[in-house]
């Protein structure tokens, strides 16, 4: 079955890290309020980059949000997560940093979903076999991960089909085609 992009309402958030803005959502279950999912998206949203600070650039800030309710495409303005401040300095993030995203693939009863984060700083692929050479990191290979994962499904997320989302014990990163082409036009 497929399902619309506004099946269920949304709460969502943007975000500046490494010196590129960024829109991230947290859906809600279907005919709940407003106030439940803002609550759930802002909390959820508050433990994610709670546990990747260490590799978020300093310049993280929660920029605005919004709710979005089911079946419709109007917006209303929401109140932003609790700050969140970033380990580490924005003039160690490369172009490749700034143009990667982590993606947090899980499943719910009738479909896939999955959440993105932008402006991540991890490790340089230094030796064939680190964390970084196969795109893939799981829980095992790192705390950050670890901790973000068990926060995601401690959050109760839905998915799009409105059920419940369990995150997989593992997170791929990789450039994002459109932060890529950024790059080679000179403008990230």
């Not at 909390?43 to 949000?65: E, M, P, Q, V």
């Not at 947090?104 to 984060?117: A, D």
């Not at 670890?146 to 997170?171: C, H, M, R, S, V």
Request: some cysteine.
């Amino acid at each position: 079955m497929a399902y619309a992009p506004s099946f269920t309402s949304r709460y969502v958030a943007k975000y500046r890290s490494a010196g590129v803005q960024h829109e991230i959502m947290i859906r809600g279950y279907l005919g709940e309020s407003q106030t439940t999912t803002s609550n759930r998206g802002r909390t959820a949203l508050r433990a994610l980059f709670d546990a990747l600070t260490g590799k978020l650039s300093d310049d993280f800030l929660w920029i605005s949000a919004k709710y979005i309710p089911e079946d419709s495409e109007s917006s209303f303005p929401e109140t932003v997560p609790l700050p969140i401040t970033g380990a580490l300095a924005l003039a160690t993030f490369s172009k490749q940093d700034r143009s990667g995203a982590l993606h947090f693939p899980g499943k719910c009863t009738n479909t896939i979903g999955g959440l993105s984060v932008f402006g991540l700083q991890f490790a340089t692929d230094t030796v064939p076999d680190s964390i970084a050479s196969d795109y893939l990191i799981t829980a095992d290979e790192d705390t950050d991960i670890a901790n973000a994962i068990t926060a995601l499904n401690g959050a109760a997320i839905p998915g799009i089909d409105g059920t419940k989302l369990e995150f997989y014990n593992q997170a791929t990163w990789k450039p994002h085609d459109v932060y890529v082409k950024k790059v080679r036009r000179g403008s990230l």
